[in-house]
């Protein structure tokens, strides 16, 4: 599973289960797929590039929460 850094203080309940429903997506293309799979579809809102391996993808989530998924 891939840690979770939650720097909003979600409740434990919630992160809980955000953990579950993440721990699945391993490649880009799980949490590409994920993001359209919901209604309304999560597009990736924007890639911040850390250096020439290293992108943070930035996804829409809930309650103007993003998610900052690390790739190399």
Known sequence: MV???DLSGLPAEQRAALERELAPLTLL???VRWGFAHTPPRDVAEVVVQDEFTHDVVVPW???RYLVFDTT
């Open 29 to 31: 293309q799980d949490v």
């Open 3 to 5: 840690p979770l850094s």
């Open 62 to 64: 809930k309650d103007g």
